[in-house]
Nanobody, 116 residues
Framework: EVQLVESGGGLVQPGGSLRLSCAASGFTFNAYAMSWVRQAPGKGLEWVSGINSGGDYTSYADSVKGRFTISRDSAKNTVFLQMNSLKPEDTAVYYC?????????WGRGTQVTVSS
């Protein structure tokens, strides 16, 4: 059974940091590029960041560039999103997904709320 399980979300003040994790199982993790995608309240899905299967190429949406860092641990089948200098507009449900522009698998998401 394919599983992508996100964790690490929560409530944080503006300017704070969070580190999201996504544990993968049930498919060949090392063969897939991975992405983080978010959905803010009342809005559509927004691609946030992606990393290639080898972990040596990353890309970011302009809205998070310089603040977020994606990484992966192939030994642990896990992808991470380090989020710094968080803003209220980063409030969303964050999903990890297998793929970059099209996605074969999705997690259930973790809520990130940035508020004072």
């Amino acid at each position: 059974e394919v599983q992508l399980v996100e964790s690490g979300g929560g409530l944080v003040q503006p300017g704070g940091s969070l580190r999201l994790s996504c544990a993968a199982s049930g498919f060949t993790f090392n063969a897939y590029a991975m992405s983080w995608v978010r959905q803010a309240p009342g809005k559509g899905l927004e691609w946030v960041s992606g990393i290639n299967s080898g972990g040596d190429y990353t890309s970011y949406a302009d809205s998070v560039k310089g603040r977020f860092t994606i990484s992966r641990d192939s030994a642990k089948n896990t992808v991470f999103l380090q989020m710094n200098s968080l803003k209220p507009e980063d409030t969303a449900v964050y999903y990890c997904a297998a793929g970059i522009t099209t996605y074969d698998y999705w997690g259930r998401g973790t809520q990130v709320t940035v508020s004072s």
